[in-house]
């Protein structure tokens, strides 16, 4: 349980601190998620995101039903958007740019990290 706490803590932070960025400065913030500014670095990206999600998913490949199975899938999803990246690359670039025009991804994505910062922080 110590991993899920301290999975929870980071990825707590980094999911609340993204959307924030994206609120207070959203023209910067896009102007630096371009998709044609990543279209060169999709293949590092892919590799990024699969080592990542490798690392978290041998520390944390936990499938209860409970609050830390949104840290399993987390895992499981920074793997899987790895090798999209990677194989499928504009289908990655035509996601990342529907989902940084929609307010539903970025405040969801805030939400789930207000959460496991808590269930971090309060373990």
Do not use: Q
């Amino acid at each position: 349980m110590n991993e899920s706490i301290l999975l929870a803590k980071i990825l707590g932070i980094i999911l609340t601190i993204i959307p924030a960025l994206y609120w207070f400065d959203k023209s910067e913030f896009i102007k630096n998620i371009n998709p044609d500014k990543i279209k060169e670095h999709t293949f590092p990206l892919g590799i990024f995101c699969i080592i990542i999600g490798a690392v978290m998913v041998a520390m944390h490949n936990i499938w209860t039903l409970d609050w830390t199975l949104i840290i399993t899938i987390f895992a499981w999803s920074s793997m899987l958007k790895g090798i999209i990246y990677i194989t499928k690359p504009r289908i990655a670039l035509f996601v990342l740019s529907k989902t940084i025009n929609s307010r539903i991804p970025i405040i969801l994505i805030f939400l789930i990290g207000l959460f496991l910062l808590r269930k971090g922080l309060i373990s």
